[in-house]
């Protein structure tokens, strides 16, 4: 039997720069990975079976994390198989990346258990087949992504504690992308590519022009989604209304979570504890280091 974590990330900025011919969106954006995760059991299987057992938010066959055991499985022509274990503490469709983290671990545990010996780079290719932020929870650190999200460089971030609010709304990343407002602000703006350095860790500049000695160049940055959400959501609205009281109040990814950053964990707590009635609410850390960085 082996444990593991699969943490939560937040998008600290998200801007959408362009839409492909294949149907999807160019993104900046930059991302972090938080003290909240689900936790997988993995135990190994002497036939090819690949079991769920745990919390399900849907059909077995697709949940994330029974797809990335297919796939590895398929792709690496294993004969082995396994029975996954999960218990969701991430909130379905809060723009968090639950499901995308559980498929990373998975691919993680099952390199490790079916002794494949695979390079992250192999895994990440398979990582995208499964969804754009599946690639970002290979990484050891805080990361900026380009492209759909999966052209990936490390992010410098000072240490910070977050204030996190779900509303209990779903909010269908889907519609967001095709909403008429993302269509006429995509007409409008244009962005050029993060310069070289750019926000990167240990880069020469934040932004052009700029230093960032305290790895805040991110808060210059915003949403475009989160107009978007919040005009079509009022739980939303409603949570960055009260949010904003306390900090800088943001959304993540295409919500339905916000969050806001502070300095100290009793700065976080202070949010979080004042939290209305009927929403859920933690008070976490931004990790420096992915929980299985050294894998």
Request: proline residues 7%.
């Amino acid at each position: 039997m082996l444990g593991l974590p699969a943490p939560a990330k937040l998008n600290l900025f998200l801007r959408v720069i362009g839409r492909r011919a294949d149907g999807y969106h160019e993104l900046q954006t930059g991302f972090v990975a938080i003290g909240l995760a689900d936790s997988l059991d993995f135990e190994l299987l002497d036939d090819v079976r690949i079991e769920r057992r745990g919390d399900l938010t849907g059909p077995p066959e697709n949940d994330l994390a029974v797809r990335a055991a297919h796939l590895l499985q398929q792709q690496s022509r294993s004969r082995q198989g396994v029975k996954v274990d999960l218990r969701k503490r991430i909130p379905t469709g809060g723009g968090l990346g639950g499901g995308s983290s559980d498929a990373a671990t998975t691919l993680l545990a099952l390199n490790r258990l079916w002794r494949l010996h695979w390079e992250r780079a192999r895994l990440a290719e398979l990582a995208l087949q499964l969804g754009a932020d599946v690639p970002f929870f290979l990484q050891p650190g805080p990361a900026l992504g380009e492209g759909v999200g999966e052209r990936l460089r490390p992010l410098a971030l000072t240490p910070c504690w977050y204030a996190l609010i779900h509303p209990h709304v779903a909010v269908s990343t889907s519609e967001i992308f095709r909403s008429r407002e993302l269509t006429a602000h995509l007409e409008a703006f244009k962005i050029k590519s993060f310069p070289e350095g750019s926000l990167i860790a240990g880069g020469p500049s934040t932004a052009p022009g700029s230093a960032d000695p305290d790895g805040c160049a991110w808060r210059a940055f915003g949403n475009d989604l989160e107009p978007i959400v919040r005009h079509r959501f009022a739980q939303v609205d409603a949570a960055l209304r009260y949010l904003s009281q306390f900090g800088d109040a943001r959304m993540t990814g295409s919500g339905a979570c916000v969050f806001a950053a502070f300095d100290t964990e009793a700065q976080a707590r202070q949010a979080v504890d004042a939290t209305p009635a009927g929403w859920s609410a933690w008070a976490v850390p931004g990790l420096s280091e992915h929980p299985l960085a050294p894998w």
